[in-house]
């Protein structure tokens, strides 16, 4: 896609009110849709429906002082989802710290990513465990290039661009449109363009980093500077599920046969950056039902039932939701404080004597508090 013109309006294929878009200009990612079927769509909404149950439990955990810090994914649900379906079960995702769904869709449970955020682990899981689902980066864009760095290891390693999509393997690594302004994020698009790295930079522009709209951070579009690399890119519209998966299904395969693609998702987050964040001091209200107004969740809803969901099957679906987010609930309040020395855990993945060294040396240090004598 590199080299095209420059697009008014992001792919779309349902519309705001969930009824599905049938143009000539996006036929051939209606045909990609196709490969969903009416229950892959109604597995969709029910991550949809179990990341935003477990996201709006967690915010209350964290008001009640049971976490440190929580990061909202509300409104980002689509984007997210749509991404999950569209990586195929060889590849490895790179997340930034509100990926909750593709953790959640990779195997990780919710209560490795509430650890994370009340302080009880430092990593949180082994990728080889949840289905190369990486762990959380909390340092803005710094992912950009371990993402890049393992994709041209797999390059390297010949693991990809044999033509066989079911076996050549992706990478893909997920920021949001304030992390596109580190340089990190740069450094990951000119390496990624010079090998030929078999990687796709999905980007959910949510409009806001903290208090920065993207308008400041960038005058030219996202994904018409990914071009400039040398990138393959795409903008969609991030709140529409099935476009997200069809234009990252098309960018991933591409990218396995070294042609590295970027895709902007024209996202809004719905809550606060982070719990410690106020949304309130820098924009509207306005603004915010508008873009309530295009809920990825609401939207799926609709173009289910018009493909003959009933209701009673959605509603199962929020009643599953609401259990397994009262049952991380119950798990959260009744965990005790970790090990100090876990921190070591998921340094190497064998033994290793520097963190020998460094677990003794900790334990000596606790043991000089004793009993005050």
Not at 101 to 114: D, Y
Not at 261 to 284: F, I, Q
Request: net charge negative.
């Amino acid at each position: 896609m590199t080299g095209a013109a420059t697009a008014t309006e992001p792919i779309r294929l349902l519309d705001a009110e969930g009824a599905l878009v049938e143009t000539d200009a996006n036929a051939q990612w209606r045909e990609l849709a196709a490969q969903l079927t009416t229950d892959d769509r109604l597995a969709m909404h029910g991550e949809m429906v179990r990341t935003r149950a477990f996201d709006i439990e967690a915010g209350h955990l964290q008001r009640q002082g049971k976490l440190g810090l929580w990061v909202p994914s509300l409104g980002q649900e689509g984007a997210q989802v749509g991404a999950a379906w569209a990586a195929r079960k060889q590849d490895t995702l790179f997340p930034s710290y509100r990926e909750h769904l593709l953790a959640l869709h990779r195997g990780v449970e919710m209560r490795q990513i509430i650890d994370i955020f009340r302080g009880a682990s430092h990593g949180g899981w082994s990728p080889l465990e949840v289905r190369g689902m990486r762990i959380y980066s909390l340092v803005i864009a710094t992912h950009a290039l371990h993402s890049t760095g393992y994709a041209m290891g797999i390059r390297l390693d010949g693991a990809c661009g044999t033509g066989d999509e079911a076996v050549d393997e992706a990478v893909m690594a997920f920021y949001g449109d304030g992390a596109a302004s580190q340089g990190d994020a740069s450094e990951g698009l000119v390496f990624a363009a010079s090998y030929e790295a078999p990687i796709v930079f999905f980007v959910q522009n949510n409009k806001w980093a903290i208090s920065v709209p993207s308008s400041r951070q960038s005058r030219f579009p996202l994904h018409e500077r990914a071009r400039g690399f040398g990138l393959d890119a795409a903008w969609v519209d991030g709140n529409d599920p099935l476009a997200s998966f069809a234009v990252t299904r098309r960018m991933l395969d591409a990218a396995r046969q070294g042609r590295p693609g970027y895709v902007e998702a024209d996202t809004y987050r719905m809550g606060a950056h982070t719990t410690s964040d106020d949304p309130t001091r820098y924009r509207t209200s306005d603004e915010e039902e508008a873009w309530r107004r295009r809920d990825p969740i609401a939207r799926m809803a609709v173009h289910l039932r018009s493909l003959g969901v009933d209701d009673a099957a959605l509603a199962a679906q929020e009643q599953e939701a609401a259990e397994l987010a009262a049952d991380m609930r119950r798990q959260t309040l009744a965990a005790g404080t970790a090990a100090s020395d876990d921190i070591f855990d998921f340094v190497y993945a064998e033994p290793h004597p520097l963190m020998d060294e460094q677990r003794q040396a900790l334990a000596d240090f606790e043991a000089g508090f004793g009993s005050g004598s």
